[in-house]
């Protein structure tokens, strides 16, 4: 099938996603379409970040909806609150000419104003599951009414479905989903770049009414789960000199011009190394959890506008996100679950362009390395391109003493503390 109208979409849909400049259905795009809105079928989807995932499960849908626009029809729910805009965003520009209504509720944002939102009954709600759950746990039946609008809809999807089906969201997905309607009067599509046993246990039993679609088990052409246009580089160095490697890495020839993401495990590194860049006069923004949500907004526009060219984040960017430009992902901190390393990987070298991922090795990474390499069936290559000399000369000592004074000016502005405060209130039903 060559066109969105021969997948069964109405031709108002196909005349949206035409004038967003998709006009030719991506593989599991193909696949999904026809199964969710001709044959009714519930849906577990796989394929890479990039391939149009949120397309697969909007448009049909959208369409269904269009047939009687009244009243919550779906709800989609996803880990951050980054990638839930991303897919509200979406959802408006698709139904534009519908007069669509949705809802984007995620922590981090006014909570009485959502309540106004919620009450206008929205024909959509993209939420990330803390901040939902905490809306259900106060619903008042006489304002807002949210449990009996949640009790007609006929979707639900979960996108990045493994990473919602953890510990970590087991309780307020809970909530969620005990005041939806039962499986077998809603659709319920499941979304993911890994598709793990969680994911394909909720089809046990069920496979009449559940389609599986998995891109080539989510591996590129020649097998591998890393695309073939995404070079993998490692470098081993001293843990006390990571950040001098850095700011040669990022102003070398190579790199100058390249839009990079640098992931880091810990929020205080992520604050500390865009301090330090900043001072370097390197145009960098950052994306962690501990900002409040405007900012984190406003430093994602930035990075997508090229007013900075590189974000330093933890892995609340690490999934779904479209920034189609970048060129480099740089792991400062190896992840310690493989997939966080695919996930981070997946921010460049999409859609058929080429990337690097380079990895920064110190002697007590070396057993992460090795578990992440047995999970992608292939070795990392060593990079070349820098040395030792190069780096105490260029880099070394503006790099100490830009770092020393950012860590000097955290601590006089207790950042340490406002993130002990910040960890504080979200134990308090207020997570997202």
Same mark, same amino acid.
């Given at each position: 099938?060559?066109?969105?109208?021969?997948?069964?979409?109405?031709?108002?849909?196909?005349?949206?996603?035409?004038?967003?400049?998709?006009?030719?259905?991506?593989?599991?795009?193909?696949?999904?379409?026809?199964?969710?809105?001709?044959?009714?079928?519930?849906?577990?989807?796989?394929?890479?970040?990039?391939?149009?995932?949120?397309?697969?499960?909007?448009?049909?849908?959208?369409?269904?909806?269009?047939?009687?626009?009244?009243?919550?029809?779906?709800?989609?729910?996803?880990?951050?609150?980054?990638?839930?805009?991303?897919?509200?965003?979406?959802?408006?520009?698709?139904?534009?000419?519908?007069?669509?209504?949705?809802?984007?509720?995620?922590?981090?944002?006014?909570?009485?104003?959502?309540?106004?939102?919620?009450?206008?009954?929205?024909?959509?709600?993209?939420?990330?599951?803390?901040?939902?759950?905490?809306?259900?746990?106060?619903?008042?039946?006489?304002?807002?009414?949210?449990?009996?609008?949640?009790?007609?809809?006929?979707?639900?999807?979960?996108?990045?479905?493994?990473?919602?089906?953890?510990?970590?969201?087991?309780?307020?997905?809970?909530?969620?989903?005990?005041?939806?309607?039962?499986?077998?009067?809603?659709?319920?599509?499941?979304?993911?770049?890994?598709?793990?046993?969680?994911?394909?246990?909720?089809?046990?039993?069920?496979?009449?009414?559940?389609?599986?679609?998995? #891109?080539?088990?989510?591996?590129?052409?020649? /097998?591998?789960? =890393? !695309?073939?246009?995404?070079?993998?580089?490692?470098?081993? *160095? @001293?843990?006390?000199?990571?950040?001098?490697?850095?700011?040669?890495?990022?102003?070398?020839?190579?790199?100058?011009?390249?839009?990079?993401?640098?992931?880091?495990?810990?929020?205080?590194?992520?604050?500390?190394?865009?301090?330090?860049?900043?001072?370097?006069?390197?145009?960098?923004?950052?994306?962690?959890?501990?900002?409040?949500?405007?900012?984190?907004?406003?430093?994602?526009?930035?990075?997508?506008?090229?007013?900075?060219?590189?974000? #330093?984040?933890?892995?609340?960017?690490?999934? /779904?996100?479209? =920034? !189609?430009?970048?060129?480099?992902?740089?792991?400062?901190? *190896? @992840?310690?679950?493989?997939?966080?390393?695919?996930?981070?990987?997946?921010?460049?070298?999409?859609?058929?362009?080429?990337?690097?991922?380079?990895?920064?090795?110190?002697?007590?990474?070396?057993?992460?390395?090795?578990?992440?390499?047995?999970?992608?069936?292939?070795?990392?290559?060593?990079?070349?391109?820098?040395?030792?000399?190069?780096?105490?000369?260029?880099?070394?000592?503006?790099?100490?003493?830009?770092?020393?004074?950012?860590?000097?000016?955290?601590?006089?502005?207790?950042?340490?503390?406002?993130?002990?405060?910040?960890?504080?209130?979200?134990?308090?039903?207020?997570?997202?």
């Amino acid at each position: 099938m060559s066109s969105f109208k021969q997948l069964g979409l109405p031709n108002w849909l196909a005349d949206s996603l035409n004038a967003m400049r998709i006009t030719t259905p991506t593989e599991i795009q193909r696949h999904c379409i026809p199964e969710i809105l001709l044959n009714g079928k519930n849906c577990i989807g796989g394929a890479k970040t990039g391939s149009g995932k949120t397309i697969a499960f909007a448009t049909p849908m959208l369409s269904q909806w269009s047939k009687d626009p009244s009243g919550l029809f779906g709800l989609v729910l996803t880990p951050t609150r980054e990638l839930a805009q991303q897919i509200a965003e979406q959802f408006v520009a698709l139904g534009a000419n519908m007069n669509i209504r949705v809802s984007l509720i995620v922590g981090g944002e006014n909570y009485i104003k959502q309540n106004i939102e919620l009450s206008s009954k929205p024909h959509f709600i993209i939420a990330t599951p803390g901040r939902l759950a905490h809306h259900i746990i106060n619903d008042d039946p006489l304002t807002t009414n949210l449990i009996n609008s949640l009790q007609r809809l006929k979707f639900l999807v979960l996108d990045e479905a493994d990473f919602l089906l953890t510990e970590t969201f087991a309780s307020d997905l809970q909530t969620i989903i005990k005041v939806l309607p039962q499986k077998n009067k809603r659709q319920t599509l499941l979304f993911t770049a890994t598709i793990t046993d969680q994911v394909k246990s909720l089809s046990s039993g069920d496979t009449e009414k559940f389609f599986t679609y998995e #891109i080539n088990n989510s591996k590129d052409n020649d /097998g591998s789960i =890393i !695309p073939s246009t995404l070079s993998l580089y490692y470098i081993m *160095i @001293p843990e006390h000199v990571k950040e001098a490697y850095l700011y040669h890495i990022i102003t070398s020839t190579q790199y100058l011009e390249s839009t990079i993401i640098i992931f880091c495990n810990r929020t205080h590194i992520v604050e500390m190394l865009r301090r330090t860049l900043y001072k370097l006069d390197i145009r960098v923004t950052s994306l962690h959890s501990q900002m409040p949500q405007q900012e984190r907004t406003n430093s994602l526009h930035r990075f997508r506008a090229n007013v900075a060219r590189v974000l #330093i984040a933890t892995d609340v960017a690490s999934r /779904g996100l479209d =920034i !189609p430009q970048v060129g480099m992902v740089i792991n400062y901190d *190896i @992840p310690m679950d493989p997939d966080t390393f695919i996930h981070r990987s997946g921010r460049t070298a999409r859609a058929g362009k080429n990337g690097d991922s380079l990895s920064f090795v110190t002697p007590k990474d070396v057993n992460r390395i090795i578990a992440i390499e047995d999970r992608i069936g292939m070795k990392m290559t060593e990079f070349n391109q820098i040395y030792d000399t190069a780096v105490i000369k260029k880099s070394l000592n503006k790099v100490t003493r830009a770092k020393r004074e950012s860590i000097m000016m955290m601590e006089k502005e207790g950042f340490g503390e406002r993130r002990s405060n910040q960890r504080s209130k979200n134990n308090k039903s207020l997570r997202s």
